[in-house]
């Protein structure tokens, strides 16, 4: 702003300057037009000094009053228009050296405009040069800022994907527990059932041993029985000489005789074989069979509606870890302890 009203402050004077001038060489050509000088009367005088003429050889000649005025007229004439002319020619010399001067300060302010022109361009080239990095940082960090957006915009879409992949993983390894503890059920389930029928089988097996041998022992007893009977009988029918070691087997009187062909007699009965006990023992031990396998249905029954609630409470309440854990040994538990084929028969106790 300073700088403006500065130039505006040198261009004015640079008019002034070019109006005096040519006011001044206007007053200077109107100056070279004759100019006639009126004396007035009050510098008549008669007592004027004679004008001698020092180049003359003739003697002067003594001017009447008429040549004297024409004389002093034309002499004052020739000094005002030397006066005129030499201060014509100051004017002119004084214009000269004005119009140098103007010239040289038209030139510095010139000079100067440029220089200012020039500063005026460099500034506006360093405003435009720091308008432009600073449009260029402006635009770099805009672009930083936008990678940096694009970034987190990538990272949250990365975190959200790396969630979900998380969340199916852990649904797939819940269903994979799931179809684990499933497994391990049906595997409990059948070797259980497995165990059951292998006991079944083995304590058939072992009542069937049982019979086996008590039938084995009844037949021994019964050969026993007979061949103690065909002794006896053979001892009865050929006593011995002698009764003195034999005092047992044959006895001294009627009495005795009696007795033993009494027990001869009854003998036989009590070594025949009571098919009733036997059938009786089949019966009983056919209706625990009944029993136990009523109380191995009812048993997986019980189990199954159990599981079925357990593997519900899990769906129901996918993240209580511990209470899964809980609620599957206590299954496990209560099953495998309450297991028909795991105990002793009460009716087997009982008699």
Known sequence: MKEYWKEVLIATLITVVGAVVTWILQSSQEDKSPTIV???????????TPITNPNSATPP????????????????????????????????????????EL????????????????????????????EQ??????????????????QRASLSKLKQQQEAEAEKLRKLKQQ????????????????????????????????????????AKLKQEREAEEERLRRLKVTVQSPPPSVTNNQEVMPKTAGGAEQLHQQTVEQPRSSELNW???????????????????KWDKWQLKMQRDFDQVMKFMQQHPQADKAHHKAWQQFLRVYAKDN????KDEDMRTT
């Open 103 to 130: 010239e040289v300060e038209a030139e510095k302010l010139r000079k100067l405009k440029q220089q200012q022109e020039l500063e005026q361009r460099r500034a506006n080239l360093a405003k435009l040069k720091q």
């Open 38 to 48: 009126v004396i007035p009367q009050s510098q008549k005088s008669t007592n004027t």
């Open 61 to 100: 000649k003594i001017p009447t009053t008429s040549g004297l005025t024409t004389q002093t007229q034309a002499e004052q004439d020739k000094l005002a228009k030397l006066r005129q002319q030499q201060e014509l020619e100051q004017q002119r010399a004084n214009l000269a050296k004005l119009q140098q």
């Open 133 to 150: 990095e600073d449009e260029a940082v402006r635009l770099r960090e805009l672009k930083q800022q936008q990678e940096l957006e694009q």
């Open 340 to 343: 028909p084929y795991s105990q």
């Open 176 to 215: 994979q527990e799931l179809e684990q503890r499933r497994a391990n059920l049906a595997k409990l389930k059948q070797e259980q059932e497995a165990e059951a029928v292998r006991l079944r089988e083995l304590k058939q097996q072992q009542e069937l041993e049982q019979q086996r041998a008590s039938l």
């Open 276 to 294: 009733g006990d036997f059938l009786a023992e089949a019966d009983l031990t056919a209706q625990q069979e009944r029993q136990r396998k009523a």
